[in-house]
């Protein structure tokens, strides 16, 4: 059980830069630094996980306030989608958050790096640096012409996800349903296929999260990169929309691509509710899915902490080791856990954005 302790974490997904956003406080660096009672990922808990890095997302959240109502959710499990957002609003916001990105870096004096290539990710863990890779969760921030993309990845943009669970000009996110299929309508646009060739030619990774069926085939069809859904689980357990069915997995796996298992317990349980109180053996089931779909090289973690309700047995960053425990129990050999816990990431990141 001790020795999962001393594995390190690299995660693809975390909404930590939503949640400090949020708080709209003065001196948000140090609420990260020090640590804040209700944020999940923070430095004190993440040094105590062994989290050693991962995709730190910005969010462009809409304007008029939208929250995921849960207590409708757990009714029908159909939350409506929040209306699309104009380009001002969503540059406002996420410039906003790439600075806190970059706040945070600052007054860290080395304990947070913003990583830019894979060999800076493992210099930061080597040095026992929070690697932060720069993703954004929703393309809403740039515009068709794309002269945006050149701003942002300038900046050290190296992720991307052209949608979040609602519709901007370059395709459509799935609605939150359960139960219910990724098919929910057409694929990219004109603009989201550039977008597309663009993030390959710049070497930014594509993020299927979020995106419908129809959107994930163009990907699919277009993109010279490994096929990487950063935070999502296997439709086959929990009939999710935001969960990847078999199709989907399997082109996953010809493109040597990545799955980051998603802790978030409403896209975990076959009943699809969102539960404190449900256990890590439904993590294991998932991944022991997501290994033979893909393969012992494509899957890994994607916690989705500040995102969503994860099971209490984790409870934040520095629940991460129970995980680990979890993997030796079921019988994962320590070069299997790594290769979830860091290694598979770290691969397909040099594959992806070199
Ligand atoms: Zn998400």
């Known amino acids: 059980m001790h020795e999962q302790n001393h594995i390190p974490v690299f995660d693809g997904h975390n909404d930590m830069l939503l949640r400090l956003y949020n708080m709209r406080k003065e001196n948000v660096e140090s609420l990260f630094l020090e640590g804040s009672p209700t944020m999940h990922n923070k430095l004190p808990r993440a040094r105590q996980g062994g989290l050693a890095g991962g995709l730190f997302a910005i969010f462009p959240p809409p304007v008029e306030k939208f929250e995921l109502d849960t207590k409708t959710a757990a009714k029908n499990f159909d939350v409506p989608v929040p209306p699309a957002l104009d380009l001002g609003d969503a540059q406002a916001s996420t410039i906003a958050m790439a600075s806190i990105l970059f706040r945070l870096e600052r007054a860290s004096k080395g304990a947070f790096t913003v990583c830019r290539n894979t060999g800076e990710i493992r210099a930061a863990m080597a040095q026992g640096s929070l690697a932060a890779v720069f993703h954004i969760e929703g393309a809403e921030a740039i515009d068709t012409d794309l ?25 459509h ?46 990907v699919a069809a277009l993109s010279d990169a490994p096929l990487i859904a950063t935070h999502s689980n296997v439709h086959a357990l929990c009939e999710s929309t935001r969960n990847l069915t078999d199709w989907q997995l399997r082109a996953i796996r010809e493109s040597r691509g990545l799955v980051g298992l998603n802790f ?90 070199g």
């Open 264 to 353: 978030a317990t409403g896209f975990l349980r076959p009943d699809g509710r969102m539960r404190a109180d449900t256990g890590l053996d439904l993590m294991i089931r998932h991944l022991d899915a997501l290994l033979e779909a893909l393969g012992e090289d494509g899957v890994g973690l994607g916690s989705d902490f500040d995102g969503a309700l994860v099971p209490a047995a984790i409870g934040d960053a520095s629940g991460l080791p129970r995980l680990l425990a979890a993997m030796a129990e079921r019988g994962y050999g320590r070069a299997l856990i790594e290769k979830i816990a860091w290694r598979n990431w770290l691969d397909v990141l040099e594959r992806t954005i």
């Open 173 to 218: 996110g799935v609605p939150f349903r359960f139960p219910g299929s990724p098919d929910t309508g057409p694929g990219l646009s004109d603009a989201g296929k550039a977008l597309v060739r663009a993030c390959n030619a710049l070497r930014i990774l594509v993020d299927l999260s979020h995106l419908n069926a129809a959107g994930f085939r163009d």
């Open 147 to 171: 002269a945006m993309l050149d701003v942002l990845h300038a900046a050290g943009l190296r992720s991307l996800g052209l949608v979040w669970s609602r519709s901007n000009a370059f395709g």
